[in-house]
């Protein structure tokens, strides 16, 4: 069973930065893709970013041009920089694996990291 582990969440002001990490447990084989997405109180959790086994990338309009999504898997780890940051980035943000599986794909989530963005 692999266990994703996010950490580099914290408080930053407007206009800062950070980089997420989301560490896997071991190797994933047969990835079929990454995600971020974010929970922001009171609202559903949204996909903020995928990275694709063939390292195609997509973002949600809202982070377009600030925020970059990326993999190493030397290090099993996946990473989310996120750049001029605004108050509505304040989220809780989780990492996703999903990988090829029978008879159905295999979906694991992180625990989540708390971002919080001052005005």
């Known amino acids: 069973q692999v266990q994703l582990v996010e950490s580099g969440g914290g408080l930053v002001q407007t206009g800062g930065s950070l980089r997420l990490s989301c560490a896997a447990s071991?190797?994933?084989?047969?990835?079929?893709?990454m995600d971020w997405y974010r929970q922001a109180p009171g609202k559903q959790r949204e996909l903020v970013a995928t990275i694709t086994s063939g390292g195609n990338t997509n973002y949600a309009d809202s982070v377009k041009g600030r925020f970059t999504i990326s993999r190493d898997e030397t290090k099993n780890t996946m990473y989310l920089q996120m750049n001029s940051l605004k108050p509505e980035d304040t989220a809780v943000y989780y990492c996703?694996?999903?990988?090829?599986?029978?008879?159905?794909?295999?979906?694991?989530w992180g625990q989540g990291t708390q971002v919080t963005v001052s005005s």
């Open positions: 996703r694996a999903t990988t090829w599986g029978v008879p159905a794909v295999n979906v694991y």
């Open positions: 071991e190797r994933i084989f047969s990835i079929v893709a």
